[in-house]
């Protein structure tokens, strides 16, 4: 795994596309035991070089309801994105993660985590590439529909960017149902991992 890593993080196929210049930023080991699947790092993430290292990653943590040393250890969490560099500012935004990371990179990585006990699928992107025909119409349906997920290792949840808020206080079944159960299914790996 560490070879692999050390390979994405030279990668530079995106070169031409990227504004800012490549930096993949990942983290996983052969011992993980929660896969997060987010959208592409932010302008922070790709300075810093630290995955979640920013706003969406304290709101994220506290989701979770996990430690920051917790979720930087490897051993625990996998942070793969669907784009492993930031792809720069759009209209209304971050750019969409860029495609090719995903199709030369994720199924190398993913079949070296061995130990996954839940994948987190964070926001649309992840949701469309990961469920495919199992996704719904749009994000909160698929987010409604997070039961019908989990019995396979799975659960959707929207982006924890602080755009995000008024989502939030739209579906306040979010924090009322979701989180509580991933906490506690987060808990339940958590106590079996040291």
Aim: with cysteine; hydrophobic share 35%; net charge positive.
């Amino acid at each position: 795994m560490q070879d692999l890593l050390s390979e994405i993080r030279r990668c530079q196929i995106c070169r031409d596309h990227l504004p800012h210049g490549c930096r993949p930023v990942l983290q996983a080991s052969e011992n993980s035991k929660i896969l997060l699947i987010g959208q592409a790092p932010g302008k922070k993430v790709h300075e810093t070089g630290i995955p979640w290292d920013d706003t969406s990653g304290k709101t994220l943590r506290s989701w979770l309801g996990i430690t920051d040393e917790q979720f930087f250890d490897p051993k625990i969490l996998a942070l793969v994105p669907m784009g492993f560099c930031y792809p720069g500012k759009g209209p209304t935004g971050d750019l969409p993660p860029r495609p090719e990371c995903a199709e030369t990179w994720h199924l190398r990585v993913l079949d070296g985590l061995q130990n996954i006990q839940l994948t987190i699928l964070i926001g649309q992107y992840a949701q469309r590439y990961y469920l495919k025909d199992n996704n719904r119409k749009t994000l909160t349906e698929t987010v409604q529909a997070w039961e019908t997920y989990l019995p396979s290792g799975l659960l959707p949840l929207p982006h924890p960017s602080p755009l995000n808020f008024r989502w939030q206080a739209k579906n306040k079944w979010f924090g009322t149902e979701v989180l509580p159960v991933l906490r506690a299914r987060v808990a339940g790996i958590l106590s079996t991992t040291h």
